[in-house]
């Protein structure tokens, strides 16, 4: 056996800290939404028109280690959601089924409280609690939306093939068919107009 | 608006430890390998055969949502690699490049400490720490073996897309071109004979 002085053990190339999320290291991308980039996905326009647009409702950190649309590929990602409400309505991710809408996703919540909507495409929605451990698998075909519905950040990490992609444009136009607003201070799912 | 009876905030399907990385939920399968599954993969069949057979070696936990093979889904599973050596070299696990060997795959600490042994087809490895927190990008067309250096357990997640599969073949036939042994308490590559 001879020593082999060609192969260090390296530091890995990413870091993610179990107790927020946030990862660090090469190929990460870090991208913003704020108020006035979800201009139309809340039901009262009066309320989002009277909020600071300037306000980051959620940011993304994603590890993108190859071109996006390359098959057989992964992508890692973080995503941290703001609390609040437009109206009586939570904050929420403009939400979106995949480009190539056969791709599946994991999601895992890592801190906050919130819920996650789901919508088939025969717009039949349903919706899943998430907390620091929950662990959800969202199937081909399914539209996916995040909604923080505590008093703090929702943190969640996720994973998605590399040519998945997103076709937003369905949300924009049609929306989900189901809206989580504030009833006595508590959720409760409403039919939505859009 | 309507309020919608039917639409319930469920619990997930799925949850898991992020302390120890357990999962739990519908449809997770399990698998265990003992020291006899590992025959032949250890230099040192000597001090192999002077094991006990039966011991358990590393063990699996796997989210399977859709059928092996299925483009476009994800698996989601959790390792634990017991801490030992056979004669000097490290317990590890067998290793395999994906049938699919476009396929990519994520790997994750969560406790312990290892290394990430990694091979591509031209058998050139490199390697890369694990530790809680270790975030490991494995790229299309690359073997991968994980190897615990540690007095302790060895626990890591992984995501890995459904159509990916195993090919375990040409690693029982030609090994990693390197093997990781403790020489004077501290881990060190050597060339391999297979």
Redesign the interface.
Known sequence: ????KN????????????LNGN?K?KSIIKSIKRLKDLAGIF?DNNAFLKLKQEEIIYSVQA?L??DEGV????F?GKTILEPGKVGNEYFMTKGHFHK?A?????Y??ILGEG??LLMDEERN??????F??????I??FIAHRTINTGDVQLSFGA????DAGHNYQEIIDNGFS??L?EVNGK?????S?K
Chains 1, 2 share one sequence.
């Open positions: 056996m001879n020593k082999l192969i260090q053990i390296t530091n890995p190339i990413y870091n993610v800290d179990y990862i290291g039901e590890i280690p190859v098959e057989g590929g992964l890692y190539k056969d791709r599946a996703e994991f895992w919540g819920v996650l929605c349903w919706a899943e609690k998430m620091p451990g929950s662990l959800h698998y199937n081909a994973c998605w093939p590399s189901a809206r607003i959720p409760e799912f409403v039919s107009q």
